[in-house]
């Protein structure tokens, strides 16, 4: 089953946006993350900020990526959920970390965080009612 199919079949919250609506958020938000995090990546690379204000943002990818893995590949509602947590998390000190030195890369990822904050509930919502 792809996706969108697992999406449907999901007993979902009554707050649940259909399943057309995640690949052109998803799209805005890449954008958005590609901007921000390719700007971080450079600055890190130009030795103007440390690795340490670098990592939440590899981190973040990286939780991000897995997520698709564990819901749609693995089937696994919980691992998904732990994992929308941590994207969250390591999104989160991206934002407050990076503030100090770019406000707008900041500024940027406020979508994200917006969105990220909805997949969790909405995540953890899908998990307690299919689990």
């Known amino acids: 089953m792809n996706a969108p199919e697992q999406y449907v079949n999901w007993i979902k919250p009554s707050f649940a946006p259909p399943s057309w609506i995640f690949g052109p958020v998803w799209a805005v938000l890449y954008i958005?993350?590609?901007?921000?995090?390719?700007?971080?990546?450079?600055?890190w690379y130009q030795g103007k900020i440390g690795f340490m204000v670098a990592l939440p943002f590899i981190l973040n990818l990286l939780t991000n990526f897995m997520f698709s893995y564990f819901q749609f590949s693995l089937g696994n509602l919980w691992l998904a959920s732990i994992?929308?947590?941590?994207?969250?998390?390591?999104?989160?000190?991206?934002?407050?970390?990076?503030?100090?030195?770019?406000?707008?890369?900041?500024?940027?990822?406020?979508?994200?965080?917006?969105?990220?904050?909805?997949?969790?509930?909405?995540?953890?919502?899908?998990?307690?009612?299919?689990?």
């Open 83 to 131: 994992d929308i947590i941590l994207v969250l998390a390591t999104l989160i000190w991206a934002v407050v970390v990076i503030y100090p030195y770019v406000p707008w890369v900041s500024y940027l990822n406020i979508p994200y965080v917006l969105w990220v904050s909805f997949a969790s509930i909405l995540q953890i919502s899908i998990l307690v009612l299919n689990g």
């Open 32 to 43: 958005l993350i590609a901007i921000s995090y390719g700007y971080v990546a450079y600055l």
